[in-house]
């Protein structure tokens, strides 16, 4: 019954490494979100789409692209990672142009040594 | 500024202890207001949607309440598996479908 799936539960990676994080949803939903959660910080977005190819900077894109080539699939990238980096990232899904709650994906845990 | 604060950021219950939760926004035309609960190590689960002030939704031992500046999650006779964080958001002002969350409330229900 799983709806979004992100790719890895638990990654650590290389300052200066170029980092991959794919979400996929399987609810035919036009809207893909990417936070990251850090404590005290709350949820943060970084990106969003509404549709395939279109892409909207959140409120901290900074070090971050994404690309969204399938409806199905919307990753987050980090073009050299860093130690700040290291956090709780979260993929989110909903539908259409009204407002709707969020599915979530289980979230990605990124540590940046 | 679109704004979201919960309280207490911490809440530690026995079971069967009833409370509320509360959150307050501030945020220009109000398009719905949305709980949500998050487990350790997971991501968010969608629980309520409120639209209106004086609307009321329920689920199991939860009931969530909206007035005009805030909404309250009570918890009635919780048990340990109602243990989570949980969070409230509201739809930004400026985005159509992105939210602002606020920080949330971890609750402890203790057998």
């Known amino acids: 019954d799983v709806k979004v799936t992100q790719s890895s539960r638990y990654l650590v990676k290389r300052t200066g490494e170029k980092v991959f994080l794919e979400c996929v949803q399987d609810?035919?939903?036009?809207?893909m979100f990417w936070y990251r959660q850090d404590p005290g910080l709350g949820l943060r977005l970084i990106y969003f789409?509404?549709?395939?190819?279109?892409?909207e900077k959140g409120d901290i894109p900074e070090g971050y692209s994404v690309s969204r080539e399938k409806k199905e699939r919307f990753s987050l990238i980090l073009e050299s990672a860093s130690t700040n980096q290291t956090s709780m990232y979260l993929c989110?899904?909903?539908?259409?142009?009204?407002?709707?709650?969020?599915?979530f994906g289980s979230g990605t845990r990124l540590t940046v040594v | 500024e679109d704004q979201v604060t919960q309280s207490p950021e911490a809440l530690r219950l026995q079971e069967g202890e009833s409370s509320s939760l509360n959150c307050s926004y501030t945020?220009?035309?109000?398009?719905?207001l949305f709980w949500y609960r998050q487990d350790p190590g997971k991501g968010p689960e969608f629980l309520f949607t409120?639209?209106?002030a004086g609307e009321e939704k329920e689920k199991e031992r939860l009931k969530a309440t909206l007035t005009k500046k805030e909404s309250f999650l009570h918890i009635t006779a919780p048990k340990p598996e109602d243990s989570a964080t949980y969070l409230c958001?509201?739809?930004?002002?400026?985005?159509?479908?992105?939210?602002?969350f606020g920080p949330g409330t971890r609750l402890s229900v203790l057998p």
């Open positions: 989110a899904s909903s539908l259409g142009t009204g407002v709707y709650g969020y599915t």
């Open positions: 609810m035919d939903h036009e809207n």
């Open positions: 789409s509404y549709d395939v190819k279109m892409k």
């Open positions: 958001a509201v739809p930004a002002a400026n985005y159509g479908q992105n939210f602002v």
């Open positions: 945020v220009s035309g109000l398009r719905g």
């Open positions: 409120l639209y209106s």
